[in-house]
């Protein structure tokens, strides 16, 4: 069995350590854990490993984040993998820092890449990690915010909850999407 885990953010060095980049930073945990290389393919940096009998599938998509649908759907088919085995990694500016959800469905609840993949997918049923960055940010400035690097209280945190995005992603491929909530949302 075939799992994609797409990792949500924007290429490019300054966007690197953006709040918007945490799919990208839990893409590269996974990929540093299970010791394999990230290459160019079409449309997004590609990985795989193999783990509890199931391979991995991992990729950062290159199209930007507002066209994260475009990478998603074309890997989807590529590697022959069902919507139900996605599960995409995104920031969530609805949960306060440090709060990390795995969810079955949902609404784009205005984020961009989100609406891409809706879009490109033609449903909203389809497994998310949301990764919660807060919404400290003035009124109009969200997209400051969410372009915005991390501050120092919350780099101290990060590589924990880096950490335990990574295991989420994991167990959702090893124990499934039910037992993975059932795991992790409760704390």
Same mark, same amino acid.
């Given at each position: 069995?075939?799992?994609?885990?797409?990792?949500?953010?924007?290429?490019?060095?300054?966007?690197?350590?953006?709040?918007?980049?945490?799919?990208?930073?839990?893409?590269?945990?996974?990929?540093?854990?299970?010791?394999?290389?990230?290459?160019?393919?079409?449309?997004?940096?590609?990985?795989?490993?193999?783990?509890?009998?199931?391979?991995?599938?991992?990729?950062?998509?290159?199209?930007?984040?507002?066209?994260?649908?475009?990478?998603?759907?074309? $890997?989807?088919?590529? =590697?022959?993998?069902?919507?139900?085995? !996605?599960?995409?990694?995104?920031? +969530? #500016? *609805?949960?306060? /820092? &440090?709060?990390?959800?795995?969810?079955?469905?949902?609404?784009?609840?205005?984020?961009?890449?989100?609406?891409?993949?809706?879009?490109?997918?033609?449903?909203?049923?389809?497994?998310?990690?949301?990764?919660?960055?807060?919404?400290?940010?003035?009124?109009?400035?969200?997209?400051?915010?969410?372009?915005?690097? $991390?501050?120092?209280? =919350?780099?101290?945190?990060?590589?924990? !909850?880096?950490?335990?995005?990574? +295991? #989420? *992603?994991?167990? /959702? &491929?090893?124990?499934?999407?039910?037992?993975?909530?059932?795991?992790?949302?409760?704390?």
């Amino acid at each position: 069995m075939k799992i994609l885990i797409a990792g949500l953010g924007n290429i490019g060095e300054k966007y690197k350590n953006t709040r918007h980049n945490i799919g990208f930073k839990v893409a590269d945990e996974l990929a540093s854990r299970f010791d394999v290389d990230f290459a160019l393919e079409r449309l997004a940096y590609k990985t795989y490993f193999r783990y509890a009998g199931k391979t991995y599938v991992v990729i950062k998509p290159t199209t930007f984040m507002n066209l994260s649908g475009k990478a998603i759907k074309h $890997w989807l088919a590529v =590697e022959k993998i069902p919507v139900s085995n !996605l599960l995409v990694i995104v920031d +969530d #500016i *609805a949960f306060p /820092f &440090g709060v990390i959800k795995i969810k079955p469905k949902g609404s784009h609840g205005g984020h961009n890449g989100l609406a891409d993949i809706e879009r490109a997918l033609g449903t909203t049923v389809y497994p998310r990690i949301r990764f919660g960055i807060g919404n400290d940010f003035p009124y109009g400035k969200q997209i400051d915010y969410v372009l915005g690097e $991390w501050t120092l209280a =919350e780099q101290k945190m990060l590589p924990e !909850l880096i950490s335990r995005t990574a +295991d #989420i *992603a994991i167990d /959702f &491929g090893k124990i499934g999407l039910e037992n993975t909530m059932n795991k992790y949302n409760t704390k």
